[in-house]
């Protein structure tokens, strides 16, 4: 339908208009913005290139007067947190554009006006994949002087690791150091995120009004439709369990010392629909015999009353499914040390830069605290010192191509003795417990970053060892359903051949079928040296040159350690062909900006 007479003319052709509206009638509002923010990283590389003018170019009103922002997102919490302020700050009448951090074009930072990053900190002072080119690019010598900027920074942590927040904190300095001047102090989210991102929101939103001063308010896309209950982080979906098959040999000879689960949700009934690469968001509730453990602990009444944050409920309801028990964070730690006066732990929170208090709560859970430093505490007190409890992460093992209403897992699950006591995971024992008649409420965290190609004759390479390879088992599965006519490279590792090689029948299967190319193997506790899939990586360098040359896309999924290690076998790699370390860093940050090389770590 072409649009009203009184309205100006429309700068797209008049046919696209009917297409327009039925796409953005389809999207949702965290749609409509990345949509935004697509649109507009396309028209910032169309435009034609053009030197540098020897003063700041002059802006027009419009982006004097627009709100930018800008997000670094590992989990999708960041991503969460700035569509929140974007929504408020449309809600407000300022015109708003938000995006990912790799879609944001760093040129156009010496133009910005009002621009707020929000961050996150991944492992010990990382930043998120997309944000690594925005945060080289500020913190680097091209970086321009920014005296007419107006900024603020929340920045994403866990204050478990020594470097908390610091991406956000070094960017938030950075930006200080170029002339730009901050909206509001930084904010430093913890784990609880919104005790910190709420008064920062209200505060930047406000500091951004003024600032901004907006004429005339902007009307929405399209105006908000009551739909029915739509399925996410905050109204997840009660997925029956399926199956639940442990995957290693469990006794017998060469038994595995890992468990781990390939685990079938049914999403029959949720509207839940899920791509190759995304991930499955689980809240978990903690094991009874360990809430147990804690009253007794503490000598505390599960049945007491408690009210906290607007809420109120018995301390055990608190503990079972509202607080985190199994990991330890440094400000519970401190407010017990303060309760309890004991000097080691006092000693322990006072080391600089606390690489030994990461190390020991690495091995320790809050179980653990309340016994060996009796405490006096209240119900109260307790559950405030304590982190809320946060959904797990799992990446999705199964194509919905292949197996419809349904998400597969594989689901290591975390168990050790401490004391002679069993500690387990949260997520990953109630995963390894379920059966049959259990329902487990989940929603659907997409990841763009970790996506296929969309040209299905590209070939790629995927690196996943232990339960990495889960997202692989779900890129196998849809590329062969899809009929994609490019090659699929696997590299897997795990400790032993006999009793931890994941989906074993199945890679066969895919390799007899020519659904999987290649697959090179690394098990670490077979020989007399350890091998891992660093080590073949280095082994099969030409081929790998030859194939990402030709134009192969790199995927790695697993834990931050060997994340690091992966990447460091890489650089070797490309290192051959670029002609030393330097060109090869350049080389694998040009195939990440691509979009050729996705990791996915945890």
Request: some cysteine; charged content about 25%.
């Amino acid at each position: 339908m072409p649009p009203p007479a009184a309205l100006p003319a429309l700068p797209i052709p008049e046919h696209a208009v009917d297409a327009l509206a039925r796409l953005t009638g389809e999207l949702d509002t965290a749609g409509l913005w990345w949509l935004s923010g697509y649109a507009a990283g396309l028209a910032a590389r169309s435009a034609p290139q053009q030197p540098a003018p020897a003063v700041a170019p002059r802006l027009d009103a419009a982006t004097a007067g627009r709100l930018t922002i800008v997000y670094g997102s590992q989990t999708g919490n960041a991503r969460r947190a700035a569509e929140r302020l974007a929504a408020d700050a449309e809600a407000a009448g300022l015109p708003v554009r938000i995006l990912r951090a790799d879609a944001y074009p760093v040129r156009e930072l010496k133009g910005e006006r009002h621009l707020v990053l929000v961050l996150s900190t991944q492992g010990d002072g990382d930043p998120s994949d997309d944000a690594r080119e925005l945060h080289d690019f500020i913190l680097g010598p091209r970086a321009p002087k920014l005296e007419q900027l107006h900024y603020a920074v929340l920045a994403l942590g866990d204050s478990s690791y020594p470097l908390f927040c610091a991406v956000g904190r070094k960017l938030d300095e950075r930006l200080a150091e170029l002339g730009a001047t901050r909206l509001t102090a930084r904010g430093d989210a913890d784990l609880d995120i919104e005790i910190v991102a709420t008064p920062w929101r209200e505060r930047a939103l406000a500091a951004a009004k003024e600032s901004l001063k907006p004429l005339a308010t902007v009307t929405p896309l399209r105006p908000t439709a009551t739909q029915g209950t739509r399925h996410d982080r905050d109204q997840p979906f009660s997925a029956a369990v399926l199956a639940n098959q442990r995957i290693t040999l469990a006794a017998g000879r060469g038994a595995s010392g890992k468990d781990i689960r390939h685990v079938e949700l049914s999403l029959e009934g949720s509207g839940l629909h899920y791509e190759p690469g995304d991930a499955l968001g689980l809240w978990p509730r903690n094991d009874d015999t360990l809430v147990d453990d804690i009253l007794t602990a503490s000598r505390l009444q599960g049945d007491a009353l408690v009210a906290h944050g607007g809420e109120e409920r018995p301390l055990r309801d608190w503990l079972s499914g509202k607080r985190e028990l199994t990991r330890l964070a440094r400000p519970f730690v401190a407010a017990h040390a303060e309760r309890s006066g004991d000097a080691e732990l006092k000693a322990l929170l006072a080391e600089q830069d606390g690489t030994a208090f990461a190390a020991w709560a690495e091995a320790r859970q809050v179980i653990d605290v309340l016994q060996s430093a009796p405490a006096d505490w209240d119900a109260a007190s307790l559950v405030a010192a304590l982190r809320p409890l946060q959904p797990r992460l799992y990446s999705i093992a199964s194509s919905q191509r292949v197996v419809g209403d349904e998400a597969h897992l594989a689901v290591a699950h975390v168990a050790f003795e401490r004391n002679g006591a069993a500690r387990f995971g949260v997520a990953s024992h109630q995963l390894a417990k379920a059966g049959h008649d259990d329902t487990l409420p989940v929603y659907i965290e997409p990841n763009e970053r970790f996506r296929l190609p969309a040209d299905a004759s590209r070939d790629i390479i995927m690196i996943g060892p232990g339960t990495g390879v889960a997202p692989f088992r779900g890129f196998v599965q849809e590329r062969e359903a899809s009929g994609a006519d490019g090659r699929q490279w696997l590299f897997f590792g795990n400790p032993r051949f006999r009793s931890d090689f994941l989906y074993q029948l199945e890679w066969q299967r895919a390799l007899k079928s020519g659904a999987l190319d290649r697959i090179d193997l690394a098990f670490s506790r077979d020989g007399a040296a350890k091998v891992h899939v660093q080590h073949r990586i280095r082994e099969r360098a030409r081929d790998l040159l030859e194939w990402i040359e030709n134009g192969a896309h790199v995927y790695v999924c697993g834990a931050l350690a060997m994340g690091k290690g992966v990447h460091d076998a890489l650089l070797d790699v490309v290192a051959l062909q670029s002609g030393g370390r330097e060109a090869a860093v350049e080389r694998l940050d040009a195939l990440q900006r691509e979009g050729r090389y996705a990791r996915d770590l945890y």
